[in-house]
């Protein structure tokens, strides 16, 4: 059976961060949704319409090429702002039938909103991430895991052991296998 890794948490958590080491260390591919639209922007350029609603459109986009591409790998680590309460979201993840074991990138949302707002400062900003700033109710929308297999919750306001967290993903996943 397929094995899903899901990153998840607040927009600057740290997912990213934490999700591209974590699929080097379980030597699974990594499907990111920012990697998937950054490469669609550069392909594409500016949008005919305002910028933000390009960046959405593409950021839709990289949401069904993430799961298009996820369907025909074993395994994979997911690493997106996928929101706990959105059907569809969940839909697309439980239609993948895989054991699937969640990373939550639990931080407070001050942290978080601060970290974007950072990131969105910085010279090497890709210009296809557009906002600059988040709203307590956009935050609000990733503020607890999926919950759809077991979950790990990772404190990312301090450095994380990832070879330990890989462990802890393998025997998780093992332990689903073996049920």
């Given at each position: ?8 948490g ?10 591209v ?35 959405r ?6 949401m ?26 969940r ?23 601060r ?26 929308e ?7 297999g ?30």
């Open positions: 059976m397929r094995q899903v890794v899901v990153v998840s607040y927009p600057g958590a740290g997912k990213t961060t934490l999700a080491p974590l699929a080097e260390a379980l030597g699974f591919p990594l499907l990111a949704k920012d990697f998937i639209k950054e490469q669609l922007y550069d392909s594409l350029g500016p949008g005919p319409q305002d910028p933000l609603a390009w960046s459109r593409l950021g839709s986009a990289s069904e090429v993430l799961w298009g591409l996820a369907r025909w790998c074993p395994q994979v680590v997911l690493e997106a702002n996928f929101r706990p309460r959105s059907p569809y979201e839909a697309k993840l439980a239609g993948l039938t895989a054991q699937l074991v969640e990373v939550y990138c639990r931080c407070p949302p001050e942290v978080a909103s970290r974007f707002a950072e990131r969105a400062r910085l010279s090497r900003h890709h210009p296809a991430h557009v906002l600059t700033a988040l709203s307590p109710e956009l935050l609000s990733y503020g607890a895991p999926l919950a759809l077991p979950v790990l919750e990772v404190d990312t306001t301090r450095p994380i052991e990832v070879r330990p967290l890989a462990d802890a993903v393998r025997t998780m996943l093992e332990a689903a296998q073996s049920s």
